[in-house]
Structures are given as structure tokens and as C-alpha cells.
T-cell receptor, first 113, second 117 residues
Framework: AQSVTQPDIHITVSEGASLELRCNYS??????LFWYVQSPGQGLQLLLK??????LVQGIKGFEAEFKRSQSSFNLRKPSVHWSDAAEYFC???????????FGTGTRLKVLA | EAGVAQSPRYKIIEKRQSVAFWCNPI?????LYWYQQILGQGPKLLIQ????????DSQLPKDRFSAERLKGVDSTLKIQPAKLEDSAVYLC???????????????FGPGTRLTVT
């Protein structure tokens, strides 16, 4: 079945530590891939996107993500986390031939001072 | 550039009552989406409009939910009658049409948090 999986429901890191949030998808063809962040009481903000080409994409707020076709993954990374990065992060895919977003269940990030 | 506007931000109603949410998309965005986000889950698409026409409403519970976008700009989502399981955040998003990759980028409003008691 087609799906988007974010295996980590909660992640806690110390401020200044590196971060990797996992996202795996299950679709026949390579979909378009997105990461969004949602702060408490806010809507979703686009961090970065992948359509094609270079598999390492840069986004806002110092985030990057790497598309790995062989692993059907699109993991989000940040070298040094700031306290303001505490939020919920959603991976989303748009299956080929559609404009429809399919979201993962999200990963809630907690940052320790 | 103004973002996607939604109102109200919060609403508490009793089950079997009705409720309506309003959304005004980013100016020039022809595509408008309504999502339901239940606590602990990712947003789920309810309905997609392009201008004032429905593109996808396959996941809209049509026995109680309805949505309209009469003039192709702002939109209203209604629930009548509400059930306890409708408690969620209702997100509106919009996107461009035509410019190839830009059409895939959705911009979200702050959402309306609905509590049904």
C-alpha cells in the first residue's frame, strides 16, 4: 500500500547537537518530496522540497534533506539545532501524476538547553 | 505578501451543533485545499478546489461536511451536525496553478482548532 512513514514520534536533542529526522515512502514512482515544520498554534511552513536533480537539497533555517532512491527515503538534517527548532516536523509526498499531499504522522522535536 | 487567512482560530461546540470555518487564500492562488489534522496525526486532505470547481473531495464525509468556494477566492467549510470525532485542527492551504513546480508548493494558514464536546 502507498504510505509515508516517519518512524520517530518524538526526538529529543540538546541544543547545538546534530539532528536527523527520518522519512520513508512507499510509492511506485519517485514522488515529489517535502518537509514542513509546524510550531505550536501555527500552520505548516515549507522547509524544503525535492522535485528532481541534485539529491541533496538545502532549505530554510539551516535545514537540508537527502533523497535516496534506493532506500525510498528523504531524511531531514541539521548540523546544529537551536532551541527555536522545537516543533513538529512533517514529511509529505506528492505521488507522480497528482497534486495531492500525503503527510506522514509527524515527528515532535524537543530541544534541551 | 499576505498569507492564508483563517477564522475563527478556535471554536468549541457541542455534538450535533453546526459550525463553519472561513479561509481566504493568498491573492492569485487558484487552488485551495482544506485539511483535517487530528491530534497526533498528519493533515489529511478533505477537499481541493481549483477556482470555484471541486477537483478532489474523495475524503470529505459528505453526509456531514460541505465546502464551497463560490467566487473562486475565499472558501467556507461547514460541519453539520458535528460529532466528537470531528475534534481536530482544520487547515486551509493554497497554491498557484500553471507554473509547473510552483503548483506543488502549498502555503498553509494557521488553522482553526475545533473542539466538540
Amino acid at each position: 500500500a502507498q504510505s509515508v512513514t516517519q518512524p520517530d514520534i518524538h526526538i529529543t536533542v540538546s541544543e547545538g547537537a546534530s539532528l536527523e529526522l527520518r522519512c520513508n515512502y512507499s510509492y511506485g514512482a519517485t514522488p515529489y518530496l517535502f518537509w514542513y515544520v509546524q510550531s505550536p498554534g501555527q500552520g505548516l511552513q515549507l522547509l524544503l522540497k525535492y522535485f528532481s536533480g541534485d539529491t541533496l537539497v538545502q532549505g530554510i533555517k539551516g535545514f537540508e534533506a537527502e533523497f535516496k532512491r534506493s532506500q525510498s527515503s528523504f531524511n531531514l538534517r541539521k548540523p546544529s539545532v537551536h532551541w527555536s527548532d522545537a516543533a513538529e516536523y512533517f514529511c509529505a509526498v506528492v505521488p507522480s501524476g497528482t497534486y495531492k499531499y500525503i503527510f506522514g504522522t509527524g515527528t515532535r522535536l524537543k530541544v534541551l538547553a | 505578501e499576505a498569507g492564508v487567512a483563517q477564522s475563527p482560530r478556535y471554536k468549541i461546540i457541542e455534538k450535533r451543533q453546526s459550525v463553519a470555518f472561513w479561509c481566504n487564500p493568498i491573492s492569485g492562488h487558484a487552488t485551495l485545499y482544506w485539511y483535517q489534522q487530528i491530534l497526533g496525526q498528519g493533515p489529511k486532505l478533505l477537499i481541493q478546489f481549483q477556482n470555484n470547481g471541486v477537483v478532489d473531495d474523495s475524503q470529505l464525509p459528505k453526509d456531514r461536511f460541505s465546502a464551497e468556494r463560490l467566487k473562486g477566492v475565499d472558501s467556507t467549510l461547514k460541519i453539520q451536525p458535528a460529532k466528537l470525532e470531528d475534534s481536530a485542527v482544520y487547515l486551509c492551504a493554497s497554491s498557484l496553478v500553471g507554473a509547473r513546480n510552483q503548483a506543488y508548493e502549498q502555503y498553509f494558514g494557521p488553522g482553526t482548532r475545533l473542539t466538540v464536546t
